[in-house]
């Protein structure tokens, strides 16, 4: 068997030169008091030196991944792939699966192997030899700094631990003032009870107790620069006819103490908030403008650092922070929630109920962006977050008033007119259908002319029928006046008719008969012409 020791100097291979020694680990260590007694059960076969530190780190890193480096597979290479039955004995589970799969080499990880490790780490200096105490030690502490540097992912110009400590400090000091105020409150509301309904401003009201102490002490000390005239007379008023209990000096001297220490902390809550403002102004300047720096150094701090915020997608950061109610929503199968820390945004609790959820989704979005530039930006300013702060706030005036347009600022959608269709008939003109230079009109109008004559020669007969037509309009006209003329003799005879009905049956007679011999002539001439052409067709085929 073989044995795979990692050293921070290179990869040490040794072979296990009595196999029944690795099935005893019971008292396995004893085999190992003396340098003689182990270098009787493993012998070094082969050490693989790094070159330098960049290759030592690489290595480690690798190994600490569960991979196969560069150099590790060039030594296994050389020894064990030759004698294939013999096993190789590894200390992480994932590096000899990755050996089994790259190499197709059986590799053993177990309780024993890291007994055997521990047996062969106590007598290392002994059993490598050739590496002095010194080197071994530069290499151990040079690979020990790059490994901390690579797993810190130290970056100096964008520090976000500092943003995430701060807000988290910023957190817990809100809760610690939020439990000493309760305490003081309940604690002097036994001597004086009135005085917690008068003063709902929590500073205000740990001034006071410090300034006045006893309540018999109200009337005459001076308010005026802690509450303004009207409060100081309530709070005058109020202690002269206070049903609290009394108390003694020392109680009221140790409620004392405790509006210093709650003093001081809230002084020290605004120095922070400001180291907090600015630190996020200088990292993540567009995000700020945007969602304020509360919340976005609680994004922040959520998710672990400002550039893993940029890996989320905007549907994550609109909900970052809801995730008990999301798994609960769809583990009950319900609504899932709009949002999350995204919330407490300034432009989200402005809104009205029913556009919360429209506009945390484009805050989202445009946050979304703003992280990323802010992440991977070289020279960011906070142009974009204010552009995008702008866009968003007309479009949750446009909310609320009702209209919906697009983001973008785009003019409202045009509605759809009906389309009602129109029949045109236009005729073509011959003139235009020429496609040399108009040189004279007179050559145009000799090809209309020769057009027309053209049509005259084509059509003889139509020429001959509208002939026809033409000459019995005369006789049609003179046929309509004469029973015109009968019709009025006929009504002069019979008695006049007075009413209105009368009359419109005249007027449809006239009608009638004026349309009736137009009709009758016109069938006329139809069969006149008909019946001549027939007429030539017969004589042309008995010639």
Known sequence: MFILYETPAGYAIFKLLDDNKFKEIDNLYLEFETPEKASKIVKLKHFEKFADTTEALSAATAAVEGKVSKTLKKALKKLVVDDVQNELLVADAKLGNAIKDKLSLQCVANTSVQ????????????????????EMTAMSLGLAHSLSRYKLKFSPDKIDTMIVQAQCLLDDLDKELNNYMMRVREWYGWHFPELGKILTDNVAYIKTIKLVGMRDNMAET???????????????????ISMGTEISEEDITNIQNLCDEILSIHEYRSHLSEYLKTRMMAMAPNLTVLVGETVGARLIAHAGSLVNLAKHPASTVQILGSEKALFRALKTKKDTPKYGLIYHASMVTTASIKNKGRISRSLAAKASLATRVDAFGDDVTMQLGIDHRAKLETRLRILEEGKNTKLSGGKAKAKLQKFHATS???????????????????????????????????????IKAEEDADSARPAKKKKVQEVEVKMEEEEAVDEPETTESAKKKKKKKKVKTEDQPEEEAVESVVTEVTSSAKKSKKSKKTE
């Not at 007994?115 to 010194?134: A, D, F, T, V």
């Not at 509450?227 to 709070?235: A, F, G, R």
């Open 115 to 134: 007994e055997l490790m521990r047996c062969i780490r106590s007598q290392s200096e002994n059993l490598l030899s050739g590496l002095p105490k010194k």
């Open 424 to 462: 045109e008939v236009k005729t073509f003109k011959v003139e235009k259908d020429s496609t040399l230079p108009s040189t004279s009109k007179l050559k145009v109008e000799k090809d209309v002319e020769g057009a027309a004559v053209s049509q005259v020669l084509s059509s003889p007969r139509k």
């Open 222 to 240: 001076d308010l005026s620069d802690i509450l303004i005239d009207e409060l100081e007379q309530k709070v005058k008023e109020a202690a002269e």
